[in-house]
């Protein structure tokens, strides 16, 4: 089965009032970088690369680095072209765009692999550990206003947290690190008197801080049985995140800005995180996400993967929440401790919640994993050609 043609799409869909801020930037948009493999035989294989950055060298190391050297090939080598496409772009391209291009394109691979075999991914895996997985709830950013005043941005963020407790989630994931300590402190404090005590807060610093700073942060946040600690240093920052974990009663995780199986083993021996969350679209796709699961596992450290972007990402995120094990393993398993959750962000996301022609939904606070043949999603296309800035 050939490869006949490699098309990208870059979506774009400004959020206008509705934009939102992590610790680093504004999100004034959501975009997303899409790429359609097309074999001789009429299957078409859709992936994603990429989460917060530029779309467009995701698009051209596809178009004019990596598609060249893949048409003509053969569909189901993916595992050979994940090799060689990675030998090829080594010396300069071990991080960043090249690996969210190959990410994009070991998706739709698999999704080719799977439409061909009549069967989702995590079949053709042979992994079926189970088929839903709980969704947490990240939210409880913040607008511009609260850069002037914490105090006005309270009653917003307690109605937003108690409205995900009343939609039936029973986790949830605040943005921390844009404020001071003592801000970020009001903030949390606000959350956890809205939802009380029985409901699992994580939150995310996105890397805001020094590894001193984040063990002052972490102070408040082991007052208030914070349950995980997100990015809480830069993640070139190794020291400083081992320092934290053998510092702070929480645990710490990380990984969704790493890349491939080298940039996991590094953070594993250095004993950076009790959690990794790679993000499928970047860390080199499916492929890439299994092996380093696999490493993971080697040290006793759960994964539970970092999901943004399209349906397309979410749809292979659920695909691979299926082939995550128990870790480590006990007759009862239990989201957070030893199972996976998958995180759902609940900013507006149309790529998300209007790309595919039958939107995943959450159930239950639930969502299932496609069952459908490959990812198990269909694009809309008049959906993508809507949102579609530039096609290549
Ligand atoms: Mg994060």
């Given at each position: 089965?050939?490869?006949?043609s ?7 869909v400004?959020?206008?009032?509705k934009?939102f ?13 899409l ?6 035989n009429?299957?078409?294989?859709w ?6 950055g530029?779309?467009?060298?995701v698009a ?11 048409i003509?090939r ?10 060689e ?15 969210e ?13 799977g439409?061909?075999h ?11 550990f ?13 607008r ?13 963020l307690?109605?937003?947290a ?13 943005k ?22 029985d ?10 801080y ?15 049985g ?26 710490i ?7 491939t ?12 995180v ?8 970047v ?6 996400g ?15 993967p ?18 995550l ?11 957070l ?11 507006p996301?149309?790529?998300r919640?209007?790309?595919l ?8 606070s639930?969502?299932?994993i ?14 993508l ?8």
């Open positions: 089965m050939i490869i006949k490699i098309n990208t799409f870059v979506l774009r400004p959020l206008g009032a934009t801020y992590s610790s680093q930037c504004p999100f004034p948009e959501r975009k997303s970088l790429v359609r493999i097309e074999t001789d009429g299957i078409i294989g992936g994603e690369g990429g989460q917060y530029p779309a467009e060298p051209a190391a596809i178009t004019h680095v990596l598609a060249p050297q893949l003509g053969n569909a189901l080598d993916r595992l050979c072209l994940w090799e496409l990675y030998a090829a772009t080594r010396d300069f391209g071990r991080q960043g765009s090249y690996i291009a190959l990410s994009a394109i070991d998706i739709a691979l698999w999704d080719i692999a439409k061909f009549q069967c989702p991914i995590h079949q053709l895996i042979g992994a079926s189970r088929d839903h997985v709980p969704a947490y709830a990240t939210g409880c950013y913040y511009e206003e609260d850069l002037r005043d914490v105090h006005s941005s309270l009653a917003r307690t109605e937003e108690k409205a995900y407790k009343e939609a039936g989630f029973r986790t949830i994931k605040a921390i690190g844009l404020l001071s300590i003592e801000e970020d402190t009001l903030r949390l404090q606000a959350i956890r008197s809205a939802i009380g005590n409901i699992d807060l994580l939150v995310d610093a996105n890397h805001a020094t590894a001193a700073s984040a063990i002052r942060m972490g102070r408040a946040l082991e007052s208030l914070v349950k995980w600690f997100e990015e809480p240093v830069l993640p070139e920052d190794k020291e400083g995140y081992a320092r934290l974990r053998s510092i702070l009663d929480i645990p995780a990380g990984g969704e800005c790493e890349y199986r080298w940039g996991f083993k590094d953070l594993f021996t250095h004993g950076c009790d959690i990794a969350q790679p993000d499928l679209c860390c080199g796709g499916i492929s890439e299994l092996r380093i699961q696999s490493i993971a596992s080697s040290y006793n450290i759960p994964v539970i970092h999901a943004w972007g399209s349906g397309i990402a979410l749809a292979a995120t659920l695909q691979f929440l299926a082939c094990p128990i870790q480590p393993h006990t007759a009862n398993p239990i989201a401790q030893n199972a996976p959750m998958i995180e759902y962000d609940r900013n996301n149309p790529l919640d209007d790309l022609r039958e939107p995943i939904r959450l159930q239950d639930c969502l299932a496609p069952q459908g043949a490959g990812l198990g999603v269909e694009i809309d296309e008049a959906v050609n809507s949102y579609c800035e530039v096609k290549a």
